[in-house]
């Protein structure tokens, strides 16, 4: 429906959760609380989405042209927070003359899903001016109250500190939610008023008005859909929530979740069929993981693809990496910031790797460290490996080319290539290029004493006895 606006109210300042960053910033399952309801009007394939903004405007924006691409968003600033109509009056210029429908939704209520949005469209096609969702709470504490007439249809909405005493009985809340008609939305919120116990411009009042011209739609939706963020509490309980929602969506997509509890994936990371996550697992920001994929207890990845059959044994670390096919990396392994593993590498245990790639089918089983490498196919580094990358100020290339061997803690003094198929020996210092098919061999060569050991002891021996003979005058 592309003759659809939407507009975020997210202007508000957010105090209660004592932070220096605006609350719509705040994320929930990687995604800041802004970013779900413009993933909505995405969804709904929207022709225009405002964002009402005040706190922090400047980054709220960078924060949406960053995620959904620059000027995909439209915003509109309220220097002032004079209320709900008076921020949708701040949108209206950016709507120009926008004939279609007009989603009004909240910056800091993620939980909510397109599947009430659709239920709100169709109810405003019935209506054809205004369509709204409401809630039935056993408390309803501080949200607008519902009020209808005799026939059950709605005539107006009055907010808890305008209530009397009878409408604050009225356990029908109003979600704050509405799509209403463009023109109508035009003419209503230019006639608000502030003659309430607040003082401000309410959206609400736009109820009535429809009222009064027809029939208001509404669509009663579970209270879990608009349970908004007003502190950290809230912010706990709502990602809580979408974390339950994002791991069964997972599960039933064929993705086996050992203890789906302690299992932490952000909202867009993919998971392929018949993979299986251990307890403790978390998938950051735009991690990709295939088909068949293993990861043990404890991995943690951040913007990291993994391709199908790879095994990552537990306590693997990966940011902003890639790991190829049925790759075997860990325990306890670390990819940093630009590690690339071709199908088949192996990469064991308390090896550390940053801009790296170990080409198909290397192997780097334990104890290394490798920096600004780039390493062939089929290479072998040896136990206790280190890539000599930096020199204090600058940071140098190692190139291992195919098939080469690297001796046990050996370093290697960056820039250094070791050409195809060459050897370097056990604890060689390399600093100078090795030759394809080479042996480069820096250490020592060994000289072994024999008998050293009983001499050793004799000596010990004479000299305990010397320190404890009597003394002679
Ligand atoms: C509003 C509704 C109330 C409803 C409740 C549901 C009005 C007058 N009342 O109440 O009927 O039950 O939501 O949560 O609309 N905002 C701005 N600029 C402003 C004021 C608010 O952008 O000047 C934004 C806030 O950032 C927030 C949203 O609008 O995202 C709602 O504001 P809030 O103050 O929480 O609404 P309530 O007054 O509690
Ligand atoms: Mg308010």
């Not at 042209?65 to 220097?79: E, K, L, M, N, S």
């Not at 979600?175 to 939305?185: E, K």
């Not at 890639?322 to 245990?349: C, K, T, W, Y």
């Amino acid at each position: 429906m592309s003759d659809l606006a939407v507009v975020i109210l997210a202007a508000g300042l957010g105090t209660r959760m004592k932070s220096d960053t605006a609350k719509v910033l705040h994320r929930a399952c990687g995604r800041e609380l802004i970013a779900w309801p413009v993933g909505l009007a995405r969804e709904l394939g929207a022709g225009k989405v405002v964002a009402v903004l005040g706190h922090q405007a400047d980054r709220v924006k960078h924060v949406l042209d960053t995620r959904f691409g620059a000027g995909a968003v439209d915003i509109a600033i309220q220097d002032k927070q004079l209320g709900t109509g008076h921020a949708v009056m701040q949108a209206l210029p950016a709507l120009g003359d926008w004939a279609g429908p007009i989603l009004i939704l909240y910056g800091d209520t993620p939980l909510l899903e397109r599947s009430w949005l659709d239920k709100l469209l169709t109810a405003y096609r019935d209506s054809g001016t205004l369509a709204l969702v409401t809630v039935r709470l056993a408390d309803p504490t501080g949200y607008g109250r519902i009020v209808r007439d005799a026939d059950g249809n709605l005539t107006r909405i009055v907010e808890q500190k305008d209530a009397s005493p009878a409408e604050r009985l009225i356990s029908e809340g109003n979600a704050g939610i509405y799509c209403i008609s463009a023109p109508f939305l035009r003419e209503a919120v230019a006639r608000l008023g502030t003659d309430n116990a607040q003082g401000e411009l309410y959206l609400t009042d736009v109820a009535a008005a429809a009222a009064a011209r027809g029939r208001v739609a509404t669509v009663e939706a579970p209270p879990e859909q608009v349970l908004g963020v007003n502190d950290r509490a809230d912010l706990a309980t709502v990602e809580g929530i979408l974390r339950g929602r994002i791991t069964r969506m997972h599960a039933r997509a064929g993705v086996t979740l050992r203890d789906p509890a302690s299992t932490y994936i952000d909202a867009g990371v993919e998971i392929g069929a018949d993979s299986e996550l251990g307890p403790g697992v978390v998938l950051r920001g735009k991690t990709r993981i295939g088909a068949r994929v293993r990861l043990d207890a404890g991995c943690v990845l951040e913007d990291t693809t993994v391709e199908d059959g790879a095994h990552l044994k537990p306590y693997t670390i990966a940011t902003d990496s890639s790991i190829g096919p049925a790759a075997q990396v860990g325990p306890f392994a670390h990819l940093r910031s630009g590690s690339v593993l071709e199908a088949d590498a192996h990469m064991g245990n308390f090896v550390e790797t940053k801009k790296t790639r170990l080409g198909r089918g290397a192997k780097a089983n334990h104890l290394a460290y490798l920096g600004d490498a780039d390493i062939g196919p089929k290479v072998n580094v040896g136990a206790g490996t280190i890539t000599c990358n930096y020199d204090g100020v600058n940071k140098f290339k190692t190139v291992i080319e195919e098939g080469a061997f690297i001796g046990s803690d050996s370093q290697l003094v960056a820039p250094v290539t070791v050409g195809a198929g060459a050897y370097v020996g056990a604890g060689s210092t390399i600093t100078k290029d090795v030759p394809a098919g080479a042996l480069a061999l820096t250490r020592v060569e060994q000289k072994n004493v024999e008998g050293w050991a009983a001499k050793k002891k004799e000596r010990q021996a004479a000299a305990k006895a010397a320190a404890t003979a009597p003394t002679r005058k």
